[in-house]
């Protein structure tokens, strides 16, 4: 067997295991030797699915499953996923009491919101805390540092250092707690897209709509359904266009659409243009039925197979977030034209994002050029973390 029909196979195999955990078939008749599973265990660490993909694992009669060392790996590292999701859930209840205190009010996005969902809620391989606060920037900020979270306001140039507290356009990440949780301040709901046009509509039914928060029995607020498919939508969108997205965000967003009302779906159906969210929304949903065989009845629109076989391809050569990507482990020069030529591509996929995206690019070049030249390098980037949300 040539490489490339490997390397469908084990994709299959990898498939197969994720529908089988995600509730989606229960088909359990499975053939692996031990080379595959060794892939398999690798594969699922590069897309963060290794708490879900274990979830799989231990349906399997035990004469399927992987060989012992193995496994037993895999159920430790599947144990560790489920302390820290209790772990966050309780933090994420703590910082909800904290700020209702305070009389703010808050909703949990993203992870720990997500992970509720899910067929095992302590399965999702978690990541940062994403609080969103109401009040606005400068409400937020000076909020935190009289409650003592900020020893002071940071800065937008200092986003990312580790340990550090950092801003963002959207939100503060506090210093890290010394259980390891990070914890990500939102005053804007999301990120929102890339185009500034398109954007400026998006926030303004976000900001409208994370007013609908509602308790969950973990103990913390999450935003509407309508909210979640829509941020997160523009989430996947961001990361896509920036850097790459893996397939933890593709298990999120169909167990959003699972958990969705035909109303709630119909909503974000009718801005997707608007919101300049059209093909990306496209070609995601033809993955999700591609890798998740979701329902045509739940996909907020007809699936767009040469987007779709895109997205896909970049989900399995980058994991999670495009992390693996070889762009994303070479020289700064090399890894900057590899960007530069992977944009140029991409304008195929929606012109209008790489063209205000590389827009931007080039504007922070302009205004950052000082500081550059203070560090005697053309990176910024030495002391980024990247954020795995």
């Avoid at 606060?133 to 409400?139: I, M, Q």
């Avoid at 593709?250 to 608007?274: G, H, I, P, Q, T």
């Amino acid at each position: 067997m040539n490489t490339s029909n490997k390397t469908e196979q084990h994709q299959e195999q990898f498939f197969q295991l994720l529908r089988l955990s995600m509730g989606v078939t229960e088909q359990k008749d499975f053939v692996a030797t031990d080379e595959d599973w060794q892939w398999l265990h690798e594969e699922a660490d590069r897309q963060s699915l290794t708490g879900i993909i274990y979830g799989a694992v231990a349906q399997l009669p035990a004469s399927q499953q992987p060989p012992m060392e193995l496994l037993i790996q895999w159920i430790c590292e599947a144990d560790v996923i489920n302390g820290k999701n209790e772990l966050l859930n309780q933090e994420s209840a703590r910082l909800t009491r904290l700020f209702s205190e305070q009389g703010r009010k808050t909703a949990i996005l993203k992870g720990q919101a997500n992970a509720r969902l899910y067929p095992d809620k302590f399965a999702r391989q978690p990541g940062d805390i994403d609080i969103w606060v109401e009040g606005g920037r400068d409400s937020v900020i000076n909020l935190l540092v009289s409650m003592g979270l900020l020893d002071e306001i940071p800065t937008i140039a200092d986003y990312g250092k580790c340990g550090k507290a950092t801003k963002s356009d959207h939100d503060v990440r506090l210093p890290t707690t010394k259980d390891g949780i990070v914890v990500e301040v939102h005053y804007r709901p999301s990120s929102g897209t890339i185009n500034p046009f398109t954007n400026k509509r998006q926030q303004l039914w976000l900001n409208a709509e994370i007013m609908n928060t509602e308790v969950v029995e973990e103990g913390f607020n999450v935003p509407s359904m309508k909210f979640n498919l829509m941020m997160q939508l523009a989430h996947i969108h961001y990361h896509f266009f920036e850097l790459g997205i893996g397939l933890r965000q593709v298990c999120d967003y169909f167990m959003l659409l699972k958990n969705s009302s035909e109303e709630d779906r119909w909503m974000v159906s009718a801005y997707l243009k608007s919101f300049g969210l059209r093909e990306t929304a496209g070609a995601l949903m033809w993955v999700l039925g591609e890798v998740l065989q979701l329902d045509s009845a739940l996909m907020l629109c007809e699936p767009d197979s040469y987007r779709g076989e895109w997205m896909l391809r970049e989900i399995m050569e980058g994991g999670n977030f495009g992390q693996y990507a070889q762009r994303r482990h070479q020289g700064i020069w090399r890894e900057t034209f590899a960007v530069r030529l992977r944009h140029l591509r991409m304008m195929r996929f929606n012109f209008q994002e790489v063209f205000w995206l590389e827009a931007n690019y080039w504007k922070n070049i302009i205004q950052t050029l000082p500081e550059r030249i203070r560090r005697h390098s053309f990176s910024l980037d030495e002391h980024k973390q990247t954020k795995r949300n």
